[in-house]
C-alpha cells in the first residue's frame, strides 16, 4: 500500500463508523482496519476528535457529490427513483445515518447529522413539489420516506434483515406520491 492520506484515514473511520458506531472509530481500530501502524495516524491528525471529524466531512462532502449527480437529471420523479436506488444499493450510508442519529448527544455530530439530513430532506421535497405536491404534502411524505430509510437501516443492523426488500424503491415512490 502507497502512502495513506488523511482523506484515506477518514473513509477508513466511516467504514468503521458504519460498522459499529462512533465507539468504532478508534485510532488503533480504524489503523488495522488500514493494515498500517497508529503512528503513521499522527502524519494526518492530532487527536481522534479530529479523525471523527475528517469523517464528518467526509460523509457531508460524499452526500453532496450524490446530490450534484442528481441535479443533473431533470425528470424530478427518475430522480426520486434514482436518489432511492443509490441510498438502497449502498447500505453503508444508512448505517452511518443510523449510527450519526443515534450519536447525536456529541454536538458536533448532531450539528452535522442535522445538516445533511435536512440537506437530503430538501431535494427529495423538492423533487415531490416539482411533481406538484403542497409543500406540506411534500414534507409529511419526505419525513415519512426517510424515516422508514432509518427504520431499514436499524431492521439491518439488529439482523431482522439483511437488506432493503427489493420492493422497496417502488413501495417508497407510491407512499411519497411518485408515480
Known amino acids: 500500500m502507497g502512502r495513506l492520506n488523511a482523506e484515506d484515514w477518514a473513509r477508513a473511520a466511516l467504514g468503521a463508523l458504519a460498522e459499529g458506531g462512533l465507539r468504532a472509530v478508534a485510532v488503533e481500530a480504524v489503523a488495522a482496519r488500514l493494515g498500517v ?3 503513521s495516524f499522527y502524519w494526518h491528525f492530532g487527536n481522534r476528535r479530529d ?15 450524490v446530490i450534484a449527480e442528481l441535479e443533473g ?10 436518489l432511492l436506488e443509490l441510498a438502497l444499493g449502498e447500505p453503508t450510508d444508512a448505517r452511518i445515518s443510523f449510527w450519526l442519529i443515534s450519536g447525536a448527544d456529541d454536538p458536533a455530530v448532531a450539528e452535522v447529522a442535522r445538516r445533511v439530513t435536512d440537506r437530503r430532506m430538501a431535494v427529495m421535497q423538492d423533487a415531490l413539489r416539482l ?17 422508514s430509510y432509518l427504520g431499514i437501516a436499524a431492521l439491518v443492523r439488529i439482523g431482522a434483515i439483511d437488506a432493503a426488500p427489493d420492493t422497496f424503491v417502488d413501495q417508497a415512490l407510491t407512499e411519497m406520491g411518485v408515480r
Do not use: C, H, N
Open 51 to 65: 479523525l471523527v471529524d475528517a469523517a464528518l466531512r467526509l460523509w457531508e462532502s460524499d452526500t453532496e457529490a
Open 73 to 82: 437529471i431533470a425528470d424530478p420523479a427518475r430522480r426520486m427513483r434514482t
Open 131 to 147: 411533481l406538484g405536491q403542497s409543500e406540506d404534502e411534500a414534507r409529511a411524505r419526505v419525513v415519512a420516506g426517510y424515516g
Open 37 to 39: 501502524s497508529k503512528g
